[in-house]
């Protein structure tokens, strides 16, 4: 079997398997610019196509005002022509968030980062009748996170390691086709289908390269099966872990979910305010 066959068959499987696209559903796919994305996006389209499924899907991007942007957001239109989708832009300007003074806090700027891109990719697609948002996120990242959650004793959040996250209250499920499949395995597929995608379009990217993926990808090259059977004995794990209970109530100041008074979102725009000028 050829490696677009094989590719296309696995994550093919997690969409059927899980039951990611269903009649009537309202899809926001979100694009970085990537090849991950790019290729999520790719596969739930041919999915839908060959299934036969009416479903809506539209690609989202989230541009963060970074001196890179412009170039990230043409890459981006470019994918989606390619897909055949309707695009979203989501400027977070528009929200008030700088990213030049952001990355002047405290806090590492790919958390603050992770933070505008969650709030945005929850409150925009939801308020625009959408009922679920698909990632990306595939088996390298889930099993990096893995790792650091169980070493650092933080076992909670594994019961989210699943190809499909459903929505609570006012937050808006979330779907993950590429599950069993890893970092490389989406970019060889990107190159053979042709693909449109940047390598690397943060200018903070130097910063949030980990030396975990390169201990996932020397176990994977001693074993070949590695990342499928970690993958699906995560998902047993998940399934066997108590779900989240914790009650969202809704921010004080925007009114979007979250599990304290004011969301993470709204203390980091607080605190972007508290930067003094250069």
């Not at 269903?22 to 999915?47: I, N, P, Q, W």
């Not at 505008?116 to 990632?135: D, F, H, Q």
Request: with cysteine; proline share 5%.
């Amino acid at each position: 079997m050829k490696f677009v066959e094989r590719y296309e068959r696995q994550v093919f499987r997690v969409i059927e398997k899980f039951k990611l696209l269903r009649e009537g559903d309202k899809v926001f796919v979100a694009l970085s610019g990537g090849k991950d994305s790019v290729a999520a996006g790719y596969m739930l389209v041919k999915y839908r196509s060959e299934k036969g499924i009416n479903c809506e899907l539209t690609a989202f991007h989230v541009n963060l005002g970074l001196p890179s942007s412009k170039e990230v957001e043409e890459v981006v239109k470019e994918q989606a022509k390619k897909l055949d989708i309707p695009l979203v832009i989501c400027n977070a300007t528009d929200y008030g968030v700088d990213m030049a003074k952001i990355a002047r806090l405290p806090r590492p700027v790919c958390s603050s980062c992770g933070v505008i891109k969650r709030y945005l990719m929850n409150k925009i697609p939801r308020e625009m009748g959408a009922t679920k948002v698909a990632t990306g996120h595939h088996a390298d990242d889930f099993i990096v996170f893995f790792f650091k959650d169980i070493l650092g004793g933080n076992f909670s959040w594994i019961a989210k390691f699943t190809p499909l996250l459903p929505g609570r209250g006012k937050s808006i499920a979330r779907i993950r086709p590429l599950f069993w499949v890893g970092g490389r395995e989406n970019k060889k597929f990107c190159d053979s289908i042709g693909l449109p995608y940047l390598e690397d379009a943060c200018p903070y990217a130097h910063l949030k390269r980990d030396k975990w993926y390169e201990i996932v990808e020397y176990i994977a090259s001693k074993q070949p099966d590695f990342r499928r059977r970690m993958m699906v004995g995560i998902a047993k794990l998940a399934e066997l872990l108590p779900k989240e209970t914790q009650t969202l109530r809704e921010c004080k100041k925007c009114g979007e979910p979250t599990s304290t008074e004011i969301c993470a979102f709204c203390r980091l725009i607080q605190a972007q305010k508290e930067v003094k000028p250069e």
